[in-house]
């Protein structure tokens, strides 16, 4: 199980932590990744951290603005967001990166806007 938060209503320019819990099951062994999606739109992969931590990925013009990150420990997951714009504006949720699980979480809403 997946259980996002973080979100909310943030002016153009500004910051949001993101962070997802996960229950029923461990995250270490595995790559993960946080996704978004708009209204009508597919979900999209925008980062990707893998086991260790130690390697990460971003969606085409989201790196310098965009921070994932991962406490294997805690189970959970991380994305660091600044200098947010109206266009990321999105529901954002976190899975496998590589071969995510069925179950999604509900998400959490990002809304960039002044």
């Known amino acids: 199980q997946f259980v996002e938060s973080g979100g909310g209503l943030v002016q153009p320019g500004g910051s949001l932590r993101l962070s997802c819990v996960v229950s029923?099951?461990?995250?270490?062994?595995?790559?993960m990744g946080w996704y978004r999606q708009t209204p009508g739109q597919e979900r999209e992969l925008v980062a990707s951290?893998?086991?260790?931590?130690?390697?990460?990925t971003y969606k085409d013009g989201l790196e310098g603005r965009f921070a994932i990150s991962r406490d294997n420990d805690r189970n959970t997951l991380f994305l660091q967001m600044n200098k947010l714009k109206p266009e990321d504006t999105a529901a954002y949720f976190c899975?496998?990166?590589?071969?995510?699980?069925?179950?999604w979480g509900q998400g959490t809403q990002v809304t960039v806007s002044s």
């Open positions: 899975n496998g990166a590589l071969s995510p699980w069925d179950s």
């Open positions: 029923g099951g461990v995250i270490k062994p595995y790559v």
């Open positions: 951290i893998n086991s260790d931590g130690s390697s990460t």
